[in-house]
């Protein structure tokens, strides 16, 4: 067969799978491409192509088998290499991930926008000085290219430079191109002052019926709230948060009614779990809504010698959806609570800590900070039987209007309304009175506003929950512990402080429908 007859007949069959999908055949679809790969085994592009079909259908295990097939036959094509990737940091699997990018970076090295690419996977793996090395190399060449700049600067931030990290920021925001996170970053690294903020600058580019521009409203009140302007700030939150709102979909009643059925399995649930024991490392999951001290706490753990924290670890949660999902596919017409009083969670447990093996790096507690695994408490305990539980909160109103204020990154839909803020931690705060009824002292509950009045009780507190003796290097744990990130994308790079106490009283009479939210469902 020619190239160009090879050529045409994979355009004929893209064009054919393509048109089963738009119809809805999907097995079709997949039927076909694996009947062509079986007569062209060794066809690049058509495992290719076998590879977006099993991704489109959520069958990532099976996109991750022919990519690898694809690599193999054509070893040199980056696109492959990408697309891997991609798959690998889906499925969570770091270990296979960290070393298809020791592969990967190995070709292409004169491609921006390839090395690029995997510099923010070294991100993603919480390995920012391999980003960064990536990155100052593409910047020697491209010393103009604002993206690279910005990425450099977030790199300098992640490992705690943040003076550094301002400087570069602040030089790509005076550019027009500037990207309008770079903005809502310049304005994190530090307290604004009044001889030292941006806030012409914003003003001057902020626009309230542009999307794009979400990131500079929420800088906005990030800076306007640094110097005590409550109008201004309230008054910039609430452009950006209608703006967020326009592009996040969220369905309040579903959600609301999950978090009620949760509530109900969570009163009578049984946490007993027979099987995990003895573990060689014991997880730690400090849980709390968004912005309520758990990043405190972390600090606090992670600067022992014997924890190493893995900031906002997802495993947990896609291990527990996967394992309900095999469970509703091997018993036709069960339903999900069904599949959470049967399944296995020795096994779920034991697919848990095989992933923490992986990162543990010899340590003996890792922590866990992924602030909504408040919602398994109960199923993490029956499937970890010697896991820690720390549930950190904060005062509803502090808490809510800190939420509101922030720009997420990609979660959180309920967060840009007052109302729907109120209405889910309403339902949060039920949902952890009943775990804390079922589990008891096996679940600590520590409390922002003692936190920060208190720093050393805190700490010995946490301590002797879990076991641990302190150790000398625990007193400077601001800067000892490991950069790991927020779910707003950033480090927490600031020290305790007891003004974010009644943080909310100054916006009181702005915040009614949240405080009326909050009251409906006492």
């Known amino acids: 067969m020619s190239e160009q007859s090879s050529v045409t007949d994979i355009q004929t069959i893209t064009k054919y799978v393509s048109t089963l999908v738009k119809g809805g055949q999907h097995q079709a679809a997949r039927d076909y491409i694996d009947d062509a790969v079986g007569k062209e085994p060794d066809s690049a592009a058509l495992l290719h192509l ?17 990519l690898t097939r694809a690599i193999k036959a054509m070893p040199e094509q980056i696109v492959f290499h990408i697309d891997r990737l991609y798959v690998l940091d889906r499925l969570n699997e770091r270990k296979q991930l960290a070393t298809a990018l020791e592969a990967a970076i190995k070709l292409a090295q004169d491609n921006r926008k390839y090395q690029q690419q995997l510099a923010r ?26 993206v690279l700049a910005f990425d450099e600067g977030l790199s300098r931030w992640f490992l705690g430079d943040t003076k550094a990290a301002e400087k570069i920021i602040k030089k790509v925001c005076d550019n027009e191109q500037a990207p309008s996170m770079a903005h809502y970053v310049l304005a994190l690294l530090r307290k604004q002052t009044k001889a030292r903020n941006h806030i012409e600058a914003l003003k001057a580019r902020a ?32 452009k950006g948060n209608a703006l967020q709102k326009k592009i996040t979909p969220y369905n309040e009643a579903a959600e609301l009614d999950a978090l009620s059925q949760l509530t109900q399995v969570a009163k009578t649930w049984s946490a007993q779990g027979r099987g995990n024991k003895k573990t060689a490392v014991t997880p730690v999951f400090v849980v709390s809504m968004p912005n309520s001290g758990a990043t405190l706490v972390e600090r606090y753990l992670a600067a022992h010698p014997k924890v190493k924290s893995l900031g906002e670890f997802a495993d947990f949660p896609l291990l527990l959806n996967q394992a309900i999902a095999s469970y509703l596919t091997e018993h036709s017409g069960a339903t999900r609570d069904q599949a ?16 923490l093996a992986e990162v543990a790096d010899g340590h003996e507690f890792v922590v866990d900070k992924l ?55 309403a339902r949060y705060q039920a949902l952890m009175n009943a775990w804390q009824s079922t589990l008891g002292d096996e679940m600590l509950c520590v409390d922002y506003e003692a936190m920060v009045s208190d720093s050393a009780a805190t700490q010995q507190q946490l301590l002797d929950f879990c076991g641990l003796t302190a150790a000398p290097a625990q007193d400077g744990y601001v800067s000892l512990a490991t950069s790991v990130t927020t779910a707003r994308g950033e480090p927490m790079c600031q020290k305790v402080y007891t003004k974010a106490k009644g943080r ?19």
């Open 371 to 425: 602030p909504f695994n408040f919602l398994y408490c109960g199923l993490i305990k029956k499937a970890l039987p010697t896991a820690k539980i720390i549930h950190v909160q904060r005062d509803a109103l502090d808490t809510c209007w800190s939420i509101y204020r922030t720009l997420f990154s990609d979660r959180y839909a309920y967060a840009y309304d007052q109302a729907e803020l109120g209405h889910y931690y």
């Open 50 to 66: 076998a590879a977006q079909v099993c991704n489109q259908q959520g069958d990532l295990h099976g996109a991750l088998a022919y």
């Open 207 to 238: 626009r309230a019926d542009q999307v794009a521009d979400t990131p500079l409203w929420f800088a906005l009140a990030k800076e306007y709230d640094d110097l005590g302007e409550h109008e201004l700030a309230f008054d910039a939150a609430t």
């Open 121 to 146: 996977f070294y991100t993603q793996l919480d390995q920012p000085a391999k980003a960064l090395a990536i990155i100052e190399s593409l910047r020697k060449q491209h010393p103009d290219d604002i």
């Open 340 to 355: 959470l009083q049967n399944l296995n969670y020795t096994d779920l447990g034991k697919a848990y800590l095989a992933k």
């Open 504 to 522: 909310a009283s100054a916006y009181s009479k702005h915040l009614e429908p949240l405080a009326d939210a909050l009251a409906a469902f006492k």
